[in-house]
């Protein structure tokens, strides 16, 4: 079944430990994004890619990285697990065309602790 | 500032019952409207979405209205079932951009 994929579905990490989540599309969409949602909150955009070999910051960076080395796949790392990075964390994608919609992924849950 | 806010945060209605949710934002300049459902423990999945120049565009059950001219929208649910327990999140993208601007859901339950 086409469509988005991450991975681990949750995951309990010690602080200050690095963690990577993955994230894996097969709809060849060129944009992919990086989000984590808290309670109270909306989504909240971390890091995005435009296009393979691009990325950008979104409004909550820090602590974060993200490479885009193919169209496919868009990992997401923390290099030193803080608490606050408690969340659970969406990956999306969408296509070139601003009005279509982005496609999520089910979700990664992560505690820091 | 770009906002998106939702009303009411959490709703609870019978199975069978219509009800409306409703979004304002402040987003400027705007590009389109989406309603997104997220049922729990799952991401989100489109319902809808609306241009400057769609008031209405219905999904099923589900009817979206877009005034962009006091920046309103509405996702009315027609004869709701246990299955449309869920958030449902209404997103806005700035204009020649693509960033989107989420709103923090409304909770709805529907009970037997």
């Known amino acids: 079944i086409a469509g988005i994929t991450q991975a681990p579905t949750s995951q309990i990490l010690a602080a200050g430990r690095r963690m990577t989540l993955r994230c894996t599309q097969d709809m060849r969409h060129n944009a992919m994004y990086w989000y984590r949602q808290d309670l109270g909150l909306g989504l909240r955009l971390i890091h995005y890619s435009n296009t393979a070999g691009t990325t950008g910051k979104g409004e909550v960076p820090d602590g974060y990285s993200v490479s885009r080395a193919n169209t496919d796949d868009f990992p997401l790392t923390l290099a030193s697990a803080v608490p606050s990075q408690t969340s659970v964390y969406f990956c999306?994608?969408?296509?070139?065309?601003?009005?279509?919609?982005?496609?999520f992924g089910q979700g990664t849950r992560l505690t820091v602790v | 500032k770009n906002q998106v806010e939702q009303s009411p945060q959490s709703l609870i209605i019978l199975e069978g019952k219509n009800c409306t949710l409703q979004?304002?934002?402040?987003?400027?300049?705007?590009?389109?409207l989406r309603w997104y459902k997220q049922d729990t423990g799952r991401g989100p999945v489109s319902l809808t979405i609306?241009?400057?120049?769609?008031n209405t565009k219905s999904n099923g059950r589900y009817t979206a209205t877009l005034d962009a001219d006091t920046k309103q929208s509405s996702l009315h649910i027609t004869a709701s079932q246990l299955s449309d327990s869920a958030s449902y999140i209404c997103v806005v993208r700035r204009y020649n951009t693509d960033k989107l601007i989420f709103g923090t859901g409304t909770r709805l339950q529907v009970f037997p």
């Open positions: 979004c304002n934002y402040t987003v400027s300049p705007f590009s389109n």
């Open positions: 999306a994608s969408s296509d070139s065309d601003r009005r279509t919609e982005a496609f």
């Open positions: 609306m241009t400057f120049s769609e």
